[in-house]
């Protein structure tokens, strides 16, 4: 099996997988990084988000000799205390429900102010669009978002 070097939230990686094994089993079985999450498997529901050189890509669809060389953010990276922007505004907004898509929600919202630091709604909902929320707390997630902006901008 080949050996693939990744940069993951800014250390290097070094596994022996597949070439075409995606990311998120790599990064669930192989590196036991398990905040990424398997949704669907079809890269429909958006729950496995990750950045890909700043990119929001779903990792369910992503094999990892597509990858290698590239810098990848998980969820665990985002920040060292979960004091992100997003993730503040996330806890200030009471977006969580039952959680399971809140990883790929928060990795593409900062995907989306990362893009555009002040997205319009339709920019934000475009964006959001393609992370599902079973438990529908899609007004909390774009109140979220406009926290976030606003906790960005604070000096």
């Known amino acids: 099996m080949p050996i693939y070097k990744l940069s993951i939230n800014g250390k290097e990686q070094t596994v022996e997988a597949p070439a075409e094994m995606p990311l998120l089993w790599v990064l669930r079985d192989l590196l036991n990084m398990t905040g990424t999450k398997y949704g669907c498997g079809l890269g429909i529901c958006g729950?496995?988000?990750?950045?890909?050189?700043?990119?929001?890509?779903?990792?369910?669809?992503?094999?990892?000799?597509?990858?290698?060389?590239?810098?990848?953010?998980?969820?665990?990276?985002?920040?060292?205390?979960?004091?992100?922007?997003?993730?503040?505004?996330?806890?200030?907004?009471h977006v969580p429900q039952c959680g399971y898509c809140q990883s790929g929600q928060i990795m593409r919202a900062v995907a989306l102010l990362q893009e555009e630091s002040n997205p319009s709604q339709a920019q934000a909902e475009a964006a959001m669009s393609q992370v599902l929320c079973r438990c529908g707390t899609y007004p909390r997630i774009k109140k979220a978002i406009q926290s976030a902006i606003d906790l960005s901008k604070r000096p």
């Open 47 to 93: 729950s496995c988000m990750v950045l890909v050189e700043g990119d929001a890509k779903t990792a369910c669809l992503l094999p990892i000799h597509s990858i290698q060389d590239q810098a990848i953010t998980t969820i665990e990276g985002l920040s060292d205390r979960n004091d992100h922007p997003v993730q503040q505004a996330w806890r200030k907004e």
